[in-house]
Nanobody
Framework: QVHLVESGGGLVQPGGSLRLSCAAS????????MGWFRQAPGNERDFVVA????????YYSDSVKGRFTISRDNAKNTVYLQMNSLKPEDTAVYYC?????????????????WGQGTQVTVSS
């Protein structure tokens, strides 16, 4: 079992930055792929980014590529999402996900564990 807790969401102006954190329980964190998804009101849960167990391999949605960066610290059982140049369309609840596959997936239904989500609002 893996328990995930996100933090770091909030209100930010367009062009600003936020860093989300996802703290995971469990001694097998370092063997899990980790990902971030987001869901705006009335929309499906969309893929944002994922990272493999070692941190050596990452892949991003086109909408955030070049602006967002995922990283992980296996010693701290934590994955991070650095979000720069934020836009109003980035407004959503952001969810952390974990799976014991090698690389995770762009499809939300293929992830096993989910956090409760943290709200990110980009507005002036």
């Amino acid at each position: 079992q893996v328990h995930l807790v996100e933090s770091g969401g909030g209100l930010v102006q367009p062009g600003g930055s936020l860093r989300l954190s996802c703290a995971a329980s469990g001694r097998t964190f370092s063997s899990y792929a980790m990902g971030w998804f987001r869901q705006a009101p009335g929309n499906e849960r969309d893929f944002v980014v994922a990272i493999n167990w070692s941190g050596a391999y990452t892949y991003y949605s086109d909408s955030v590529k070049g602006r967002f960066t995922i990283s992980r610290d296996n010693a701290k059982n934590t994955v991070y999402l650095q979000m720069n140049s934020l836009k109003p369309e980035d407004t959503a609840v952001y969810y952390c996900a974990a799976d014991d596959s090698n690389y995770g997936s762009r499809r939300s239904y293929e992830w096993t564990y989910w956090g409760q989500g943290t709200q990110v609002t980009v507005s002036s």
